[in-house]
């Protein structure tokens, strides 16, 4: 009977002391490796970091016990939900298609079979649209919701030549591609892409505009910038056109100092039927020695759509849908085109900078034209003929004509050391 009694007695100890033990069996800690009643548990990375796109990451778990994963938002998902010992896990994300960052916590679970604790880890993802634009200007870094694709990424061949990464120049931030080594014998295929990170217009019309430089370590250009509308991030998946913003005149470090230069504003309605990218592709040529580069920044990447609509490229060169002053200046050279603006000055002596006149004066060779009725921003020289063109269009003897609006066909061409209009043909006040 003693021996009944003190087994009793015993249950009813254990049966006391069992809520405060679940209470610490239950309990769930934050994340630090613990060596505590023998249980041990590392991870790594802590924290795990996803940009919009989603894809994997690679963890790795240190235990010499039994473990367990849970509590996993829906748009994870990983390689394995339990084990024993130390492994590698791989956690792979959706995409996120929200219009913001989301983050979650999810749990680790040890035990050694008679003691067991829980410990918490943050997963965060950066949201896939940008609903009210984009500015960047790559202050330390290229962000991690920007995606770099090097020639390898886009073709399987390995290739090191070139890659987007942040950079500057005279101490302006920037992100910078840079061709690093050409063969005059063997050309070594490479290019690299900057993506930006996916864009939405939520109403409205939305532009492009960013500087860039393109600096070179010899007389040679050997890379070219390109700037693509896409409908993926992935360069080779898609759809995409390319845009003709201004771009910087490559210019060797050697004879002068490379400038950066506005690219204007670029409308981005022909895509903008739901998600878009911007891609900045970066082409190398073949270098005329063993070692050249030539390097082009950018900076100061913006979309958005607060800006005015006399200050956007439009037309498309015909008689219908003429060129505007800042499609000019983007397109550089092309014949037979038509061209709209508003007459706003002259050009005196020989230098365009010093000599733009914005009134009637006795110059009877030129007049300037300009992309907007409202201002000088967007402004381009124009060549008048001998003959029925000049003696109409000329200020000194049709000061009238200064702020009407004109359109004419013409070739585009270097006029006064920048874009121009030559050439021209046939002419019609607007």
Known sequence: MKQLYSLLFAT???????PSCSEDLYHQYEYEPSLEEGLYLSFAP????????????TAHIETSFHWEISNLPEWLSISKMTGDYSGEITFTAQ?????SDREATFTIFISNGYKQRFYSFQVIQSSFYLVNGLSENFSSSIPTNWHVFDYSDITGISSSDATWEAGDYFGCNSAKACVTRQYTSIQNPCE?????????????VLYLTFDSLAAMSTED?????????????IPQQGYKIQL?????????????TPKWTHSGNVRLDELMTGVVYIGFRY??????SEVTDTQWHITNVTVTSDLNED???????????????????????????????????????TSFDTGAKFYPGDVKSNIILSNSSKNNNIICPMQLPMGEIRDNLNLSDNPGNLGRRIKVRCDIGKYFGRPGLKNVTEWQFM
Do not use: Q
Not at 12 to 18: P, S, T, V, Y
């Open 283 to 288: 082409i190398p040529k073949p270098g005329s």
């Open 221 to 233: 250009v050997n890379a070219e910038l390109e700037v693509y509308l896409m409908t993926d991030s």
């Open 244 to 256: 003709h913003p201004i771009l910087a005149e490559p210019t060797s470090i050697i004879s002068s």
């Open 311 to 349: 200050d956007v490229m439009s037309g498309s060169g015909t008689p219908d849908d003429p060129f505007n002053i800042n499609s000019v200046n983007a397109v550089g050279y092309m014949t037979d085109v038509w061209v709209e603006g508003y007459i706003c000055g002259y050009v005196s002596g």
């Open 95 to 99: 995409p996120n298609i929200s219009d």
């Open 46 to 57: 802590e924290r795990l970091e996803f940009n919009s796109i989603g894809g994997e990451i």
């Open 12 to 18: 009813l100890i254990a049966l006391c002391i069992l």
């Open 192 to 204: 690299s892409w900057l993506v930006t990170p996916a864009i939405r217009n939520p109403d409205g």
